[in-house]
């Protein structure tokens, strides 16, 4: 495979030469993938529910698959898989302090709403409870 420069070094050097259809729409994708999983209680999200379609050239991400929502029980969950660094608690927090990574805007750098995201209702929240709105933030940056 011969390598295509793109001016910086490769932190993955194993994957020079291999290209996406679209880098920032794969991180996006990837991205969302993580909040529906913590939304939806799946956490068993792992790397082998990731793949990608090949075509000798491109790499394209697959359908979503193996996603298994659960109830959860308890106060605290974990994802299978990191979220960012060392961190794998299924929050919307966690989410949010890793957009950046994604290419995605700093949580801080968007303006705080009270309004939900649903019918444009304003939340009900309760004393120490992240509002609902928080991991919806950044749905403007989609």
């Given amino acids: 495979m011969q390598q295509e420069s793109s001016g910086e070094s490769d932190p ?7 290209r996406q259809t679209d880098p920032k729409q794969t991180l996006r994708e990837l991205y969302a993938r993580i909040v529906f999983n913590i939304l939806c209680g799946n956490t068993d999200d792992h790397a082998r529910n ?5 075509d000798g050239r491109m790499l394209s991400l697959t359908p979503a698959y193996d996603i298994c929502p659960q109830g959860r029980t308890g ?3 974990t994802q299978a898989m990191l979220i960012k660094g060392e ?4 929050t919307l927090h966690s989410c949010l302090a890793a957009a950046p990574a994604f290419l995605l805007p700093s949580p801080s750098s968007k ?6 995201p649903v019918h444009g209702t304003r939340s009900a929240s309760k004393p120490n409870c ?3 709105t928080a991991g919806f933030l950044l749905a403007d940056s989609f």
């Avoid at 990731?50 to 090949?54: G, P």
Wanted: charged share 20%; hydrophobic share 30%.
């Fill in 12 to 18: 993955k050097p194993g994957l020079q030469g291999v």
């Fill in 50 to 54: 990731h793949a990608a379609f090949w």
């Fill in 75 to 77: 106060n605290e969950a």
């Fill in 87 to 90: 961190n794998r608690m299924s």
């Fill in 111 to 116: 303006t705080n709403s009270s309004r939900s």
């Fill in 130 to 132: 992240p509002r609902p």
